[in-house]
């Protein structure tokens, strides 16, 4: 049986689940008590766990990350959210320099199960400070896994699993969809860390993403299927650890390949999956990968230029008839 949730709803009933499971587990950062959360996702926690469970915090990134840090090594499961992963950036000393290492650097004596999450990515006409895309960043970091989705019943199996770890999980989220709707299981599940989702067979060329890109990416798939041309479109789900094995798969069938990514085109995701296809599925390519990223300069704010900015599902039609030798 599955119900119909939208993205917030099915964040909120992993927490909610986990934090009835486990007594261990909490959640803390800013507007999620008394608000019910800056996009409503921790709405009716505190009712239900009250304040020592559901706990606001200052506007002071570094420190509560610290403290979550701190609880995790001494044995809690915390779950902090970040009102963007923008204003993360001031903490990123605790995520970088302790949480990722806290394993390593204590040859296995403590661990540090803790959940970083909150929106990523463009939400519109929010400018340049408040609309980066961070999954590389948190991506690059050896002691961090990092999950990016957008679909409900994906994003509520991974978080789940998320709390769950013993290792510290940097979860990526849009702040435009959390309205988003999707069919999510009435029983409870888990959804494998490190596991990309076939979400469209195809014969002819592989379509590579994540996070709110799938959107565009399966209305380009329907567009190019309206032109006889069959693509398979891979959702990534987490960045690291990232399922080659699939993407591999993929294009060993197709020959093709264009990765979708929202972030800027430098030493990225999209980067990196270029790289690892190109050296373990050479002799498959019938055409050079291909990109298809955000414009390499901080968002603007005219909504005219966002369009511009970022991608859509008109640029990964073109891109996907460029790698098939087709005039776009």
Same mark, same amino acid.
């Given at each position: 049986?599955?119900?119909?949730?939208?993205?917030?709803?099915?964040?909120?009933?992993?927490?909610?689940?986990?934090?009835?499971?486990?007594?261990?587990?909490?959640?803390?950062?800013?507007?999620?008590?008394?608000?019910?959360?800056?996009?409503?996702?921790?709405?009716?926690?505190?009712?239900?766990?009250?304040?020592?469970?559901?706990?606001?915090?200052?506007?002071?990134?570094?420190?509560?990350?610290?403290?979550?840090?701190?609880?995790?090594?001494?044995?809690?499961?915390?779950?902090?959210?970040?009102?963007?992963?923008?204003?993360?950036?001031?903490?990123?000393?605790?995520?970088?320099?302790?949480?990722?290492? @806290?394993?390593?650097?204590?040859?296995?004596?403590?661990?540090?199960?803790?959940?970083?999450?909150?929106?990523?990515?463009?939400?519109?006409?929010?400018?340049?400070?408040?609309?980066?895309?961070?999954?590389?960043?948190?991506?690059?970091?050896?002691?961090?896994?990092?999950?990016?989705?957008?679909?409900?019943?994906?994003?509520?199996?991974?978080?789940?699993?998320?709390? +769950?770890?013993?290792?510290?999980?940097?979860?990526?989220?849009?702040?435009?969809?959390?309205?988003?709707?999707?069919?999510?299981?009435?029983?409870?599940?888990?959804?494998?860390?490190?596991?990309? +989702?076939?979400?469209?067979?195809?014969?002819?060329? @592989?379509?590579?993403?994540?996070?709110?890109?799938?959107?565009? @990416?399966?209305?380009?798939?329907?567009?190019?299927?309206?032109?006889?041309?069959?693509?398979?479109?891979?959702?990534?789900?987490?960045?690291?650890?990232?399922?080659?094995?699939?993407?591999?798969?993929?294009?060993?069938?197709?020959?093709?390949?264009?990765?979708?990514?929202?972030?800027?085109?430098?030493?990225?995701?999209?980067?990196?999956?270029?790289?690892?296809?190109?050296?373990?599925?050479?002799?498959?390519?019938?055409?050079?990968?291909?990109?298809?990223?955000?414009?390499?300069?901080?968002?603007?704010?005219?909504? @005219?230029?966002?369009?511009?900015?970022?991608?859509?599902?008109?640029?990964?039609?073109?891109?996907?008839?460029?790698?098939?030798?087709?005039?776009?």
């Amino acid at each position: 049986m599955a119900k119909t949730l939208a993205l917030r709803d099915a964040l909120n009933e992993a927490m909610s689940e986990e934090m009835r499971r486990d007594e261990n587990v909490f959640l803390m950062g800013e507007e999620v008590a008394e608000y019910n959360g800056a996009y409503k996702v921790s709405k009716g926690m505190l009712d239900e766990f009250g304040p020592k469970r559901v706990i606001d915090t200052p506007i002071a990134e570094l420190g509560f990350a610290g403290i979550g840090v701190g609880a995790a090594m001494n044995g809690l499961r915390p779950i902090v959210e970040f009102m963007t992963w923008n204003f993360a950036v001031l903490a990123f000393d605790q995520i970088v320099n302790n949480a990722a290492k @806290t394993l390593s650097q204590s040859a296995g004596q403590f661990k540090c199960p803790i959940v970083f999450r909150g929106p990523s990515g463009s939400a519109g006409q929010l400018a340049q400070q408040h609309s980066q895309t961070f999954e590389s960043w948190m991506a690059n970091v050896p002691g961090l896994k990092v999950i990016s989705c957008v679909d409900p019943a994906d994003a509520k199996g991974l978080l789940k699993s998320a709390i +769950r770890d013993n290792d510290p999980v940097c979860m990526m989220e849009s702040e435009m969809l959390y309205g988003y709707e999707g069919e999510v299981p009435e029983e409870e599940y888990l959804i494998p860390i490190g596991k990309a +989702r076939v979400h469209r067979e195809g014969s002819d060329i @592989t379509l590579v993403t994540f996070n709110k890109m799938l959107l565009p @990416t399966l209305e380009a798939a329907k567009a190019l299927e309206g032109e006889g041309i069959s693509a398979e479109v891979i959702d990534l789900r987490t960045i690291r650890p990232l399922d080659h094995a699939t993407i591999v798969e993929s294009v060993k069938k197709t020959n093709r390949l264009v990765v979708i990514d929202e972030s800027w085109p430098f030493a990225g995701v999209s980067a990196e999956i270029a790289y690892e296809i190109q050296k373990y599925a050479f002799d498959y390519l019938d055409a050079p990968v291909t990109r298809v990223n955000a414009a390499d300069t901080s968002l603007p704010y005219a909504p @005219t230029l966002v369009e511009a900015y970022l991608p859509n599902a008109d640029k990964i039609v073109k891109a996907a008839k460029e790698v098939l030798y087709i005039n776009a």
